[in-house]
């Protein structure tokens, strides 16, 4: 409101002159029509900068959507890996979960590397959109470092898995 001279107008000149005809006016409906047409102005006023808020928020929204998806992009092509890690105790078990995979059909492909540098593959399956995952359960009996390779389309996730005493 500050910036746009036509609302500091009427504020300054339009305003004013309600607040003296309501001063002056002799019957009480006289007074509540003059109030009423202020309240139409002020609601106007509500209303456009309302809107102006409302396309500023979706502009930000818009904003920060286009920068997610030029960062995912980004992680895309230069291969950028998304790494995790894990401590974990000889004997416990652990379950990976991921509640959605996206909204594209995609190929999943889950292997583990133990600590000899052998790589077993957990699983290969092509999801639905949307869809959920569910990895298989994993008990480690030997101590060492663990690298379990998750790749959704060709998106790479890394947890490394640290097992010890």
Not at 71 to 83: G, M, P, S
């Amino acid at each position: 409101m500050d910036n746009n001279p036509q609302d500091k107008w009427v504020l300054s000149n339009i305003v004013p002159k309600f607040l003296e005809a309501i001063k002056s006016s002799t019957t009480i409906q006289e007074e509540q029509i003059i109030i009423s047409q202020l309240n139409k102005l002020l609601n106007n006023f509500e209303f456009r900068y309302n809107q102006i808020f409302e396309e500023k928020n979706k502009i930000a929204r818009q904003i920060n959507q286009n920068l997610q998806e030029l960062i995912e992009k980004i992680k895309k092509d230069f291969n950028i890996q998304e790494e995790k890690n894990l401590a974990m105790k000889v004997g416990q078990s652990i379950q990976f979960k991921f509640a959605t995979i996206g909204n594209k059909q995609a190929l999943v492909v889950v292997t583990l590397q133990n600590p000899t540098g052998r790589v077993t593959q957990l699983k290969k399956q092509i999801l639905a959109a949307r869809s959920s995952l569910t990895l298989p359960n994993l008990k480690f009996n030997s101590i060492g470092k663990y690298r379990m390779m998750i790749r959704i389309g060709s998106v790479p996730r890394n947890i490394n898995i640290v097992v010890s005493k």
